[in-house]
């Protein structure tokens, strides 16, 4: 309640800072606290501040305008929208997405292949050695997240779309497998192949997150493979466009600092900037000039390793943007401090463990405030339907 009413009193210090001019109008107060929320009450604008505002504005600031609110479209969130009667999908629909809704989402975000919330594991070309991508399809989507996007386009036609891979087609990597690392009770992934992830690298930090880097690309770095998988995000790109989704931004990589025993893919700085400048950005560039491509998701805190890519001036040429989320808020200022030229936006918001508790809602508020504060013009958040017991390592994630 504390930190409520300091917001409270920072944003009445706005009020009265923007209400030089205005003669007593009155407006309608809402605010919460712990217990009593959307609480409702009618104030009046005053000429004259009655404490010493905490910030003034004068018109004359420069700032980053704020430009998409967003969520995420996810396998197992249409099957629990499906769960539920028409009249009562078509509320949560409504509410979420349409213009006079309560969150007016405009912005969507769902996943190259298959991710953690995904039914079991897939991708959109599972035939090996299918360089030129002659069985790509999108089949699978089209029962699943391709029905959830286009009932949110119901109720708000003009939403725009991103997408990021959480793994390519395990063919394409050198463990040939969906996930990072084995895990017994969640995968199928041979032990010994965890031996690709460190090697001999023994040391730890315990003061950033991931304690220890990935020594190896686990994207095969054989160009012929490299620019099978650049192919591979132009033909989702085209794949979707065809189905009346336009994808406007993606991303190389869903947390590659995340080495999960889901579906992952771990890189090395020297690969994250080999794929971006030598395959990626100058193959969305020829066949997909209006797709905008994001340096992301970051979710490390290793200022470093971001550093050694963004610094490489190819870099530079390649990407227009940078998404963080999880601890690559704790860089946030720092790299938007060292690199201005790029455009900044979170790409996930911290979901937590459900709790859907007071506390929650502060740390919410408290990860807007923060990405919006330090200059992101988009932010996203993650699965706004589940149903109970939904987990990351939920139903279905097993695979072959």
């Known amino acids: 309640m504390k930190n409520v009413t300091k917001r409270i009193i920072l944003l009445s210090g706005l009020v009265v800072a923007l209400s030089a001019g205005v003669h007593a109008q009155s407006f309608e107060w809402i605010s919460s ?86 039914r079991d594991w897939y991708s959109c070309d599972e035939v090996s050695g299918d360089f030129q991508l002659k069985h790509f399809n999108i089949k699978r989507d089209q029962t699943t997240l391709i029905p959830f996007i286009k009932a949110a386009q119901q109720y708000n036609p003009n939403m725009t779309f991103w997408t990021s891979p959480w793994s390519p087609p395990s063919w394409l990597k050198i463990n040939h497998y969906y996930s990072v690392r084995s895990d017994r009770n969640q995968n199928e992934m041979a032990p010994l192949s965890d031996v690709a992830l460190f090697e001999n690298q023994t040391e730890k930090n315990a003061k950033v997150f991931p304690q220890q880097l990935a020594v190896n690309d686990y994207l095969i770095q054989d160009p012929r493979y490299l620019q099978t998988y650049a192919d591979y995000f132009c033909k989702f790109v085209d794949a979707y466009k065809e189905q009346g989704i336009p994808v406007s931004m993606v991303m190389f990589q869903n947390e590659a600092w995340s080495y999960t025993n889901y579906p992952g893919c771990a890189w090395t700085p020297e690969g994250i900037i080999r794929f971006h400048t030598e395959y990626l950005q100058p193959t969305l560039k020829k066949r997909h000039p209006e797709v905008a491509l994001y340096f992301g998701t970051i979710n490390t805190n290793r200022f470093d390793f971001i550093d050694q890519v963004l610094s490489d001036p190819r870099m530079r040429a390649s990407v227009q943007g940078i998404g963080l989320q999880w601890e690559g808020r ?25 709790s859907f508790d007071w506390k929650a809602a502060e740390h919410t508020f408290e990860l807007m405030n923060h990405y919006l504060g330090n200059g992101c013009e988009e932010y996203t958040f993650w699965n706004a339907i589940l149903a109970d017991g939904a987990s990351a390592d939920g139903v279905g994630s097993k695979t072959r």
């Open 33 to 118: 606290t712990e217990g009593r929320v959307w609480q409702s009450v009618k104030v009046k604008l005053q000429t004259n501040a009655e404490q010493t505002p905490l910030l003034t504005v004068n018109g004359a600031e420069e700032g980053t305008t704020f430009k998409a609110w967003g969520t995420c479209f996810n396998e197992l969130g249409w099957d629990a929208l499906n769960m539920l009667p028409r009249n009562e999908q078509e509320s949560i629909l409504r509410k979420l997405f349409a213009p006079d809704g309560d969150l007016k989402f405009t912005l969507g975000r769902f996943s190259m292949n298959a991710n953690d919330y995904a």
């Open 330 to 354: 704790q860089i946030l200022a720092k790299l938007r401090a060292k690199y201005p030229e790029y455009k900044y936006v979170q790409s996930e918001s911290e979901c937590g463990w459900g």
